[in-house]
């Protein structure tokens, strides 16, 4: 063979040489990490959003015509394991984006870990504003890679408080909160505790693993109290309405409890539940909050066997969908560039809890579901013989608001 030729041989061979290894790395598979707590409902509501969306984009033959995978990991609601998995999704698996935190201590304690990597943070259901308002408003530079789904904890009070709203206008007058020791509880305790100043005549804070409630349901009754609002997203969602029944506290019981969110709340309490108050986001629990909350719904049945519990799945669900329509836009699954196309004004994509929108300066869509500064995409709802009764917003109105009749024996009325 001549030099020349050969010369011209071997540089083909390098050519195509560098071609498979350039088509080899494109076909890698794009990796979301997911980094939640599989023993809470929330948690394993998040687990299971991403794994639908996961299951669904490899459905449609993928992303970018590369397969998508996820990369679990079980924190077991422990900040120093969820950093512990953060890291290794970032640096031993890494993956190009991460989905997780359900619970907002986790997500304030994880957010600058990602932050520091330029990957995209997507939180599934941390409400606190500390990760978009705190962060992202005061430090667009850093936190820009955060994007969520879910209001903010002061958006969350137009359905959280609906119980408190309607059991004063049905005669109740002094309330007792009972929060959660959570992050994301925090500014929504504050803001009960100066609205209801004058009708609170009992507050406390529990621990998110708090599973007796004996103490506080007795001295909130020794208060006087009609009404309790009892918020957890922990262990003592089922307990805290076992105990409000078979002590017989005679209250109201209302707020936001993840626990009875679930569809076999009924049964899980031999009917205990009776009158209790909560609110989960509607496109989870089979309304029509989109045109793909309901064929969402019934998929969920198909795949797991039961109906979704936790409004996370929904959440989860959509920011990972949201976000894959952002590498669409942008043609790649790079950091900044997926960040600019879901930033862009023409970003909209409509999800199974509501529509999303990230052009604000905060990455939280407000509104989605609802008018703009409600509650994304939520609905407060009674159990009323063994059937969550919808009572807001009114355009999803089922039933109306009742005290149980038990409680009213137990006040003589």
Same mark, same amino acid.
């Given at each position: 063979?001549k ?11 390098v =050519?195509?040489?560098?071609? =498979?290894?350039?088509a080899g790395a ?6 979301i990490g997911?980094?939640s707590a599989w023993d809470?409902?929330?948690?394993q509501g998040?687990?299971r959003g991403?794994?639908?969306?996961i299951?669904d984009?490899?459905a449609?033959g993928g992303?970018l015509?590369?397969k998508?995978e996820?990369v679990?990991?079980?924190?077991k609601?422990?900040p120093?394991?969820? $950093?512990?998995? *953060?890291?290794r999704?970032?640096y031993?698996?890494?993956? +190009?984006v ?6 907002? +201590?986790?997500?304030?304690?994880c957010?600058?870990l990602v932050?520091?990597a330029?990957k995209i943070?997507?939180?599934?259901g941390?409400s606190?504003?500390? =990760?978009t308002?705190?962060?992202? #408003?005061?430090d667009? #530079?850093t936190?820009?890679?955060t994007f969520?789904?879910?209001s903010n904890t002061?958006y969350?009070?137009?359905s ?14 002094k309330?007792?909160l009972?929060i !959660?020791?959570?992050?994301w509880?925090d ?7 100066k609205?209801y100043?004058d009708?609170i ?10 599973t +007796? &409630? ?5 001295q909130a009754k020794?208060?006087g109290a ?6 957890t997203?922990?262990r003592?969602? *089922?307990?805290s309405? $076992?105990?409000w029944y078979?002590?017989?506290?005679p209250?109201?019981y ?7 969110q679930?569809?076999?709340f009924?049964?899980?309490t031999e009917?205990?539940?009776e009158?209790?108050?909560t609110?989960k986001?509607?496109?989870?629990m089979?309304l ?5 909350s309901i064929?969402?719904?019934n998929?969920?049945k198909?795949v797991?066997?039961e ?5 996370t799945?929904?959440v989860?669900?959509?920011?990972v969908m ?6 669409k836009?942008?043609?790649t699954v790079e ?10 004004k023409? &970003?909209?994509y409509?999800g199974?809890?509501?529509v999303?929108?990230y ?9 989605g579901?609802?008018? #703009?500064g !409600?509650s994304?995409g939520w ?7 063994? #059937?969550q009764?919808?009572?807001?917003p009114?355009?999803?109105r *089922?039933?109306d608001?009742?005290?149980?009749e038990?409680v009213?024996k137990?006040k003589?009325?």
């Amino acid at each position: 063979m001549k030099r020349g030729n050969f010369a011209l041989g071997t540089l083909g061979l390098v =050519v195509a040489f560098i071609l =498979v290894l350039v088509a080899g790395a494109e076909a890698q598979p794009i990796k979301i990490g997911v980094n939640s707590a599989w023993d809470y409902p929330g948690g394993q509501g998040l687990k299971r959003g991403a794994e639908m969306a996961i299951r669904d984009l490899n459905a449609a033959g993928g992303l970018l015509g590369r397969k998508v995978e996820g990369v679990f990991y079980d924190n077991k609601v422990d900040p120093g394991e969820a $950093k512990n998995a *953060t890291e290794r999704l970032l640096y031993r698996d890494k993956v +190009d984006v991460i989905c997780g935190y359900w619970r907002s +201590d986790l997500a304030i304690v994880c957010q600058p870990l990602v932050m520091e990597a330029k990957k995209i943070l997507l939180i599934g259901g941390a409400s606190t504003p500390v =990760v978009t308002y705190d962060r992202i #408003k005061q430090d667009y #530079k850093t936190y820009k890679y955060t994007f969520t789904t879910t209001s903010n904890t002061h958006y969350l009070y137009v359905s959280q408080e609906q119980g408190i709203i309607l059991g004063l206008k049905l005669g109740l007058r002094k309330i007792a909160l009972l929060i !959660e020791k959570a992050a994301w509880c925090d500014p929504k305790y504050d803001y009960l505790s100066k609205k209801y100043a004058d009708k609170i005549v009992y507050s406390t804070r529990f621990s998110p693993t708090a599973t +007796d &409630f004996s103490v506080e349901f007795a001295q909130a009754k020794a208060a006087g109290a009609d009404i309790i609002e009892f918020t957890t997203t922990g262990r003592g969602g *089922t307990p805290s309405v $076992k105990q409000w029944y078979d002590m017989k506290i005679p209250v109201a019981y209302v707020g936001y409890n993840v626990d009875a969110q679930d569809p076999k709340f009924w049964e899980i309490t031999e009917g205990k539940c009776e009158g209790v108050v909560t609110a989960k986001i509607g496109g989870v629990m089979g309304l029509p909050i989109t045109k793909k909350s309901i064929p969402y719904y019934n998929e969920y049945k198909k795949v797991y066997g039961e109906y979704p519990i936790a409004y996370t799945n929904g959440v989860a669900y959509d920011i990972v969908m949201a976000w894959a329509h952002g590498v669409k836009l942008a043609g790649t699954v790079e950091t900044e560039a997926v960040v600019r196309a879901m930033e862009r004004k023409d &970003f909209n994509y409509e999800g199974v809890c509501g529509v999303i929108e990230y052009f604000d300066e905060v990455h939280n869509p407000v509104g989605g579901g609802w008018g #703009k500064g !409600e509650s994304w995409g939520w609905v407060s709802f009674q159990w009323q013989k063994g #059937k969550q009764e919808v009572h807001w917003p009114g355009a999803f109105r *089922t039933k109306d608001m009742i005290i149980p009749e038990w409680v009213k024996k137990l006040k003589g009325k």
